[in-house]
């Protein structure tokens, strides 16, 4: 039987820290404007007539360009955001912040570190200042890390086991780089320095590797936002090469659930090969679309009446870079089966059915999240980096349609050919190795 419990994307999971409250956005069809400055930061503007307006910060900061010896470093980096700044105390920034109802919060995956802003329109100018020192005038003051370490143990205590499990994913498939870890290693929580990460802020909180996107305002408001930004140039941080391996790693933890992720190399951001298996993703099934209702996936019926399980297909892509694959919840003595039915089903061809069943849901994903305000900005920002432009989500949504099914279907079998790569947690007893697939 089938569960929902992966029906909530999970792949993309960020640390957030968040203060006070804000508004919901009124969204209105219009264009976006965007352009790169002089000094090469990325702007973007949605001028929706948002009651509310949201401004996201980005930086190439996310955990693969830190250093091999400093691994963690990111996470430590979205946690500190909201501590002491040379201008103002952790405390005034959460008493101004629920004083003018505005909301900030920062997150991150393993390309970009955002941090984002939601203010109603007469608070803007208060809010936006608070912002600015935030993220331009951090201190990294060694008490106050050591006294956020708590949140850091808490942040790794409460991840989902498939989050573990596709986190191990990443490091089997790409070792280094896109396989450093979301979160850092409990053991090195108190070995980063106050120096180690002011030199990792320095490197890479810079104008060069910047994006700031405005949801609610116009460009004009966003390149004002980057002249306020007091930043400094400094030799910026080269991303390692991601080089696809292919491999796996346990993590044995006991219970009575196997957690398994499994993948195939991808395709980079911004390619329609990216699009293609984001379609496939949804393809393959994502559990069932009505509660207590049946699950007619291609993945549930090759999984079978084993029992209670939840299995869902994703992609991510990144800038040179991707995993298309699954994620698998099963008791642990049907993870023999559950495991080599899914690793058949993703070098299977997909049906004519699906793939337009893939379609709907993908577009339906993209519309969703273009009315979350925050998700938004976050999401152009992203694609400011990934391709120098951006594009509405109705033009995504037109682009899936125009995506035909032989293109869906080579995208996979060019996926296929590569080797499979796993990540488990869990009881792994009857888990199978990759090498047994």
């Not at 331009?136 to 006294?147: A, G, H, T, Y």
């Not at 549930?300 to 029992?307: H, T």
């Not at 004519?352 to 893939?358: F, H, N, S, V």
Request: proline share 4%; with cysteine.
């Amino acid at each position: 039987m089938a569960s929902k419990t992966l029906v909530a994307p999970f792949i993309r999971h960020v640390t957030i820290r968040g203060y006070a409250q804000a508004a919901p956005a009124v969204k209105k069809d219009v264009r976006i404007q965007s352009s790169v400055l002089p000094n090469k930061t990325f702007v973007a503007a949605l001028d929706n007539g948002s009651p509310v307006t949201r401004v996201t910060i980005a930086f190439k900061a996310g955990s693969r360009y830190e250093p091999q010896a400093e691994l963690g470093l990111s996470h430590v980096l979205r946690s500190a955001a909201g501590l002491t700044t040379k201008n103002i105390s952790s405390f005034l920034i959460q008493r101004k912040l629920s004083q003018i109802g505005a909301y900030v919060s920062a997150s991150g995956d393993r390309e970009f570190i955002y941090y984002t802003l939601e203010a109603t329109q007469d608070k803007l100018n208060d809010a936006l200042e608070i912002l600015n020192n935030l993220v331009s005038n951090q201190e990294f003051r060694p008490w106050e890390l050591n006294d956020n370490a708590p949140r850091l143990k808490y942040d790794i205590i409460s991840l989902p086991p498939q989050i573990r499990a596709v986190d191990l994913l990443h490091k089997a498939a790409y070792r280094r780089g896109l396989g450093n870890s979301l979160f850092i290693s409990p053991k090195r929580i108190n070995d980063i320095s106050s120096e180690s990460l002011q030199l990792f802020a320095s490197q890479n909180i810079t104008p060069s590797r910047c994006a700031v996107t405005v949801i609610g305002d116009s460009q004009e408001r966003a390149a004002l936002i980057v002249q306020n930004l007091k930043l400094t140039s400094s030799d910026a941080s080269q991303a390692e090469a991601s080089t696809y391996y292919g491999g796996e790693l346990r993590k044995e933890i006991g219970g009575d659930l196997a957690h398994v992720a499994l993948a195939v190399q991808g395709a980079p951001a911004g390619s329609p090969q990216a699009l293609a298996l984001a379609v496939a993703a949804k393809a393959l099934g994502n559990g069932p679309v009505t509660k207590w209702g049946a699950d007619n996936s291609p993945l549930a019926k090759a999984i079978g009446n084993i029992g209670p399980f939840a299995a869902a297909g994703f992609n991510v892509s990144y800038s040179d870079n991707g995993l298309f694959g699954v994620v698998l919840s099963v008791p642990k003595d049907e993870a023999k089966v559950a495991v080599k039915a899914v690793a058949k089903v993703l070098k299977t061809s997909l049906s004519a059915d699906a793939i337009k069943a893939g379609k709907n849901q993908l577009k339906t994903q993209v519309l969703n999240e273009a009315d979350t305000g925050s998700s938004l900005a976050e999401s152009l920002a992203a694609q400011g980096f990934y391709t120098g432009s951006v594009r509405s989500a109705v033009d995504i949504a037109k682009d899936i349609d125009q995506i035909s099914n032989n293109d869906i279907s080579q995208a996979v079998s060019n996926a296929a050919k590569n080797k499979i790569s796993i990540g488990a947690v869990g009881n792994l007893a009857f888990v199978p190795y990759i090498d047994e697939l």
